[in-house]
C-alpha cells in the first residue's frame, strides 16, 4: 500500500483536522512515542508537554499523577489539542480514566490514549510461551494497570513486573551509559531471567534507550515490546473515524512546551527524539504553581 493511503475508510473532514495532536509525559521520555507518531502520521501537527519540573512521575501517588495529567490536559485543550496521547506509562496507569470522566463530565468529546493498551496487546501478540515480563516505575507497577490489561488482551498470560525505582532517572541524567547504569539494567533483569519470560514490556518510555543492553542481558530471543507502534495505530484509528486526519500534504510542525528549563529539555530531548527540536517553550502551570 502507497504511504499515503489511508489504512481505513475515513469520515467526513472534521473543522478540527487542522488542529494539532497533544502529546504530554513527564519529561523527555514520551519523544520516543512522539518519534512513533512523527513517522506514521508524518502530515500531523504536534504540540508535546514534558512536565520536567515534577519528574519524576514513577514514585509519585495516583492521586497526584491524576491532578497533574487533568491539568496537563486542559492546558493542551486550550492550546487547540484535537485528541490527547498519554505518552507515559505512570501517568496513563494513574490517570486514563480520570481524564476521560473529567472530559466526560464537561461534555468534551476529545479521544485520549494511553500507552498501556498498546503495549500489553502487542506484548501478548508477540509471546509465544505466555511468559511475558514488565519493567515499570514503582507507580506503574503498583497501580496493577499492566495486569489489567495484559489480562483484558489475554487472560491465559503470566506477566512478571519488576519494579526499577532507578532506571528512568539514571537514564534521564546518565549520558553516556556507564557501568552504574549497566549494573542497574543487569539488576532489574535477574527476575525476568528467573521467570523464563519470552517477551518483556520496556513499561517506561525511557526504557527503549536501554534497549540495546536489555537485549543481551535478556538474550536475542526475548522479545522487547514498546508502545510506540501500537500508540500510533490507534491514534490514526481514531482520527479517522472522527474525520480528524490532518488533510495537509507533506510533513507537519511539531512543537514542545516545557515546565522545567528549556535549554536543559532541549539537549536532552534531541537526543531522545534524534531529530532536531525547534521550538520549546517554557509553561508555568497553576497546580506547580500553587505548590
Ligand atoms: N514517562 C515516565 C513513565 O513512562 C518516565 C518515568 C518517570 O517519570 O518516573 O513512566
Known amino acids: 500500500m502507497p504511504r499515503d493511503a489511508p489504512a481505513y475508510p475515513a469520515a467526513a473532514l472534521n473543522p478540527r483536522a487542522h488542529q494539532p495532536v497533544g502529546v504530554f509525559d513527564s519529561g523527555v521520555g514520551g519523544l520516543t512515542v512522539l518519534h512513533e507518531l512523527l513517522v506514521s502520521l508524518p502530515a500531523e501537527d504536534y504540540l508535546y508537554l514534558g512536565d520536567t519540573a515534577r519528574f519524576p512521575y514513577g514514585d509519585r501517588a495516583s492521586r497526584e499523577l491524576e ?62 510461551t505466555g511468559r511475558i515480563g514488565l519493567l515499570a516505575t514503582p507507580a506503574t507497577v503498583a497501580s496493577g494497570a499492566y495486569e489489567r490489561a495484559v489480562a483484558a488482551a489475554d487472560p491465559h498470560v503470566h506477566l512478571e513486573s519488576v519494579a526499577c525505582p532507578d532506571l528512568a532517572p539514571i537514564i534521564q541524567g546518565g549520558f553516556p551509559f556507564d557501568e552504574a547504569v549497566v549494573a542497574t539494567v543487569r ?13 518483556v514490556i520496556l513499561g517506561s518510555t525511557h526504557y527503549p534507550l536501554c534497549a540495546p543492553m536489555l537485549q543481551r542481558m535478556l538474550g536475542r530471543g526475548v522479545a522487547l515490546v514498546s508502545a510506540g507502534t501500537g500508540v500510533a495505530r490507534s491514534v490514526e484509528r481514531a482520527l479517522a473515524s472522527r474525520g480528524l486526519l490532518n488533510p495537509q500534504e507533506g510533513e507537519g510542525a511539531y512543537r514542545f512546551l516545557c515546565t522545567g528549563d528549556v535549554e536543559s529539555f532541549r539537549a536532552l530531548g534531541t537526543r531522545f527524539l534524534q531529530m532536531p527540536l525547534g521550538e520549546v517553550a517554557h509553561v508555568e502551570l497553576a497546580a506547580r504553581a500553587a505548590a
Open 187 to 199: 539488576g532489574y533483569c535477574v527476575p525476568l531471567r528467573k521467570a523464563d519470560v519470552d517477551t
Open 67 to 128: 491532578a497533574f495529567s487533568i491539568e496537563i490536559a486542559e492546558h493542551l485543550l486550550a492550546a487547540g489539542a484535537k485528541l490527547l496521547v498519554i505518552a507515559c506509562n505512570s501517568a496513563s496507569a494513574a490517570a486514563l480514566d480520570a481524564i476521560e470522566r473529567h472530559l466526560a463530565a464537561s461534555v468534551r468529546d476529545v479521544h485520549v490514549i494511553g500507552v498501556l493498551r498498546p503495549a500489553a496487546q502487542l506484548a501478548v501478540v508477540a509471546s509465544h
